[in-house]
């Protein structure tokens, strides 16, 4: 086994589009982003970006990103971490391997992200804003409205969300709702069974706020781009990502030398894959059953070479 593994690890290069299984791993987390299986928001970073766009504009012209950046982020951040986390095996059985474009994998999302706001700046005209805003404001409505119950039922604390609904603004509502999905969040256990609020309205309501901030324009900001440049914005966007599948080829394949066929799609999801959260109860079901299955493909080779009759001795 030792063998085969040090042969395969040979391959392990960026570009490349297999894995190779390896020893079966502890547990892979859970690729949800958090312990209810849900994305916290994410904001971009221009620094991050600048350190970034020159390598992937020279990839040449990329194809069109249709994917969602944040949940790009989301994904590449838990898988890095996964691998990472196993970076003693990694360099004890792959020493050649360059582990530093996984390093950068969780700055390049935010890079994405940032390049992401940038082209959807310039298509606030186009009324998708306003849509956004119509749908964002009754489930602010809802939210804050359900947090001020449970200050009264004394379920959470009154500072709390006296700090969210200060300011005014679609951008500070559009903060609101993060802010309001994080306080949920944060009291889960408490106002389980509680409220009106469910799953689904937290999921959506952390898309909605993170997409209107990067979206509204602060006051003084600058304007909407139009024209080539909104066209130069969208192609850095494609640059990044671009970019990113290219070092996320890399990181599936650590993923799946270390989790194995088995374990890689937890343990490193795809770039817009989203799972639901297994419960622990679920997990150690599986558990069972792959120890059961393993079990029993053992038993049936005894039985095989048991039932195979013997050789006869050579005259």
Same mark, same amino acid.
């Given at each position: 086994?030792?063998?085969?593994?040090?042969?395969?690890?040979?391959?392990?290069?960026?570009? $490349?589009?297999?894995?190779?299984?390896?020893?079966?791993?502890?547990?892979?987390?859970?690729?949800?982003?958090?312990?209810?299986?849900?994305?916290?928001?994410?904001?971009?970073?221009?620094?991050?970006?600048?350190?970034?766009?020159?390598?992937?504009?020279?990839?040449?012209?990329?194809?069109?990103?249709?994917?969602?950046?944040?949940?790009?982020?989301?994904?590449?951040?838990?898988?890095?971490?996964?691998?990472? &986390?196993?970076?003693?095996?990694?360099?004890?059985?792959?020493?050649?391997?360059?582990?530093?474009?996984?390093?950068?994998?969780?700055?390049?999302?935010?890079?994405?992200?940032?390049?992401?706001?940038?082209?959807?700046?310039?298509?606030? &005209?186009?009324?998708?804003?306003?849509?956004?805003?119509?749908?964002?404001?009754?489930?602010?409505? +809802?939210?804050?409205?359900?947090?001020?119950?449970?200050?009264?039922?004394?379920?959470?604390?009154?500072?709390?969300?006296?700090?969210?609904?200060?300011?005014?603004?679609?951008?500070?509502?559009?903060?609101?709702?993060?802010?309001?999905?994080?306080?949920?969040?944060?009291?889960?256990?408490?106002?389980?069974?509680?409220?009106?609020?469910?799953?689904?309205?937290?999921?959506?309501?952390?898309?909605?706020?993170?997409?209107?901030?990067?979206?509204?324009?602060?006051?003084?900001?600058?304007?909407?781009?139009?024209?080539?440049?909104?066209?130069?914005?969208?192609?850095?966007?494609?640059?990044?990502?671009?970019?990113?599948?290219?070092?996320?080829?890399?990181?599936?394949? +650590?993923?799946?030398?270390?989790?194995?066929?088995?374990?890689?799609?937890?343990?490193?999801? $795809?770039?817009?894959?989203?799972?639901?959260?297994? $419960?622990?109860?679920?997990?150690?079901?599986?558990?069972?059953?792959?120890?059961?299955?393993?079990?029993?493909?053992?038993?049936?080779?005894?039985?095989?070479?048991?039932?195979?009759?013997?050789?006869?001795?050579?005259?």
């Amino acid at each position: 086994m030792a063998r085969a593994r040090r042969n395969a690890g040979r391959t392990v290069r960026a570009g $490349s589009n297999a894995g190779s299984g390896g020893d079966a791993p502890t547990e892979p987390p859970d690729a949800t982003g958090g312990e209810d299986g849900k994305m916290p928001a994410v904001v971009g970073s221009e620094a991050a970006f600048n350190r970034f766009i020159g390598e992937a504009r020279a990839l040449g012209k990329a194809p069109i990103c249709r994917a969602d950046a944040t949940l790009a982020y989301h994904n590449v951040t838990v898988g890095s971490d996964w691998v990472l &986390s196993r970076e003693a095996e990694l360099k004890k059985d792959l020493p050649n391997v360059d582990l530093e474009p996984i390093r950068s994998l969780p700055e390049l999302g935010l890079a994405l992200i940032f390049a992401a706001s940038q082209v959807d700046r310039s298509n606030n &005209s186009s009324g998708v804003l306003k849509a956004l805003q119509d749908e964002a404001r009754p489930l602010r409505t +809802l939210l804050l409205s359900t947090a001020h119950t449970a200050v009264a039922a004394q379920l959470i604390a009154a500072r709390d969300v006296a700090h969210i609904r200060k300011g005014r603004g679609s951008l500070d509502a559009a903060k609101d709702l993060v802010n309001l999905v994080a306080l949920f969040r944060k009291h889960a256990k408490a106002l389980a069974g509680k409220t009106p609020v469910t799953a689904a309205h937290l999921e959506r309501a952390a898309e909605l706020g993170t997409q209107l901030q990067t979206m509204i324009v602060p006051r003084g900001g600058g304007r909407a781009r139009k024209g080539a440049a909104g066209d130069a914005a969208a192609a850095d966007r494609d640059a990044l990502f671009a970019l990113m599948k290219q070092r996320h080829v890399l990181l599936w394949r +650590l993923g799946a030398w270390l989790a194995g066929p088995d374990g890689i799609e937890q343990a490193v999801p $795809s770039l817009q894959a989203r799972y639901r959260p297994i $419960s622990r109860a679920k997990r150690a079901e599986q558990q069972v059953k792959r120890t059961t299955q393993a079990a029993e493909r053992a038993t049936q080779r005894a039985k095989k070479i048991a039932e195979k009759p013997p050789k006869k001795p050579k005259k």
